[in-house]
């Protein structure tokens, strides 16, 4: 049997889009209380009856969480244009190292604009 695992997690963070056009609302300073799902895909182990613990995706995203809660996202390595597209991106380079069958990355900006990310760069 395969399964799909998803873990959400969220954080508060400040940003600029600084390569909008000049008067674009994006380009001034504002924050948004961003969402994120993880998800990985693979084989339910038969035994214990899942993938894999979540506690695993939980501790990859500690220090990321750290990273970006509160924080300015255009000073982070890799966000200097901080879209939820770029976001998603510098997720799937951050975590695939450390979450086999990473499958999908999910960053919700606002209660209804989110994007989703499987990887394919
Ligand atoms: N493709 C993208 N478009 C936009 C992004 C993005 O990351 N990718 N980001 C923004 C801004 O961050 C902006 O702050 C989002 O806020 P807003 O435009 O107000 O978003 P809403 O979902 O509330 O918009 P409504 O259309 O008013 O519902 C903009 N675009
Ligand atoms: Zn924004």
Same mark, same amino acid.
């Given at each position: 049997?395969?399964?799909?695992?998803?873990?959400? #997690?969220? #954080?508060?963070?400040?940003? !600029?889009?600084?390569?909008?056009?000049?008067?674009?609302?994006?380009?001034?300073?504002?924050?948004?209380? #961003?969402?994120?799902?993880?998800? +990985?895909?693979?084989?339910?182990?038969? !035994?214990?009856?899942?993938?894999?613990?979540?506690?695993? +995706?939980?501790?990859?995203?500690?220090?990321?969480?750290?990273?970006?809660?509160?924080?300015?996202?255009?000073? +982070?390595?890799?966000?200097?244009?901080?879209?939820?597209?770029?976001?998603?991106?510098?997720?799937?380079?951050?975590?695939?190292?450390?979450?086999?069958?990473?499958?999908? +990355?999910?960053?919700?900006? !606002?209660? !209804?604009?989110?994007?989703?990310?499987?990887?394919? #760069?």
């Amino acid at each position: 049997m395969r399964a799909r695992l998803t873990k959400l #997690f969220r #954080f508060e963070a400040a940003h !600029t889009l600084p390569s909008l056009p000049e008067g674009h609302k994006c380009r001034r300073m504002h924050g948004h209380s #961003f969402k994120v799902e993880i998800s +990985i895909e693979g084989e339910v182990d038969e !035994t214990i009856g899942w993938v894999y613990d979540h506690k695993h +995706i939980s501790k990859a995203m500690k220090p990321l969480m750290e990273l970006l809660d509160h924080g300015y996202l255009n000073d +982070i390595e890799g966000l200097e244009s901080p879209t939820i597209e770029r976001l998603a991106g510098w997720f799937w380079k951050k975590l695939e190292p450390d979450l086999p069958g990473l499958a999908e +990355i999910v960053i919700y900006e !606002t209660p !209804t604009a989110r994007c989703s990310f499987k990887g394919e #760069f």
